[in-house]
């Protein structure tokens, strides 16, 4: 081999689709990519207990590489079978394993487990910057029904409200999801 060479080795990696458990909570600030939102997560982990968000992560080797999160219901009654809307938001895969297939798997992934429970439609939000979150969101089905100024605030890990502006369009899919079963949803109150 000469200097110039390049050893090279091809990794089939196993990566699993499941939600987020209680140690997994560290590990979505991507040693120190995201501490700014340990609250967010907290807060969104207490809802995954309570049925009301799902956290569905990307896990490589016990580390979450991607994520999804969903809120799953935007009614009082989330268990309010006439309007099953869900909204995802916080898609995000790690660099280094961009452009696999693992954010589209991720999106799969919530839309079975949203028409599987039932879910009519889900929506998500694309930065207007991120032409290509839009370009996946459509070639999965979403289309754009409206856009939003996307105010939005959180506090970060230091106890301090961050104000967020990103101008997004919101894009919508329909699901063909049937209700469960009236045991089921009596099982799930
Ligand atoms: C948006 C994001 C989640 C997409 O994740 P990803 O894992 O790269 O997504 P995919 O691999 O499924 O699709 C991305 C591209 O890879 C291509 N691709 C999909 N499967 C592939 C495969 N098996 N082999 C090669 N390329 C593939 C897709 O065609 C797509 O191409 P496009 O950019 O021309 O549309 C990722 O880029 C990301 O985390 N970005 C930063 C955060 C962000 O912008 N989130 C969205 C908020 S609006």
Redesign the pocket.
Known sequence: MTATEQRVMTLQLKVIFRPARRDDLPKLEWHGEYTHFRRVFARAYEEQMQGKRLMLLADVNNFPI?QVFVQLANTEDIFSFANRRAYLYS???MDA??????????LQEAERILSEHGYTSMSI???KD?P??R??YE?LGFEVTTEDSGHWNYVDHEGRTRHVVEP?WILEKQLRGNPPPPAQRKRGR
Not at 97 to 106: E, K
Request: glycine share 16%; hydrophobic share 45%.
């Open positions: 991607g898609l995000r895969v394993f961009r452009g696999q297939g693992i954010g589209t798997a991720l939000a694309a930065a991120n290509s979150a370009r996946l070639r997004c």
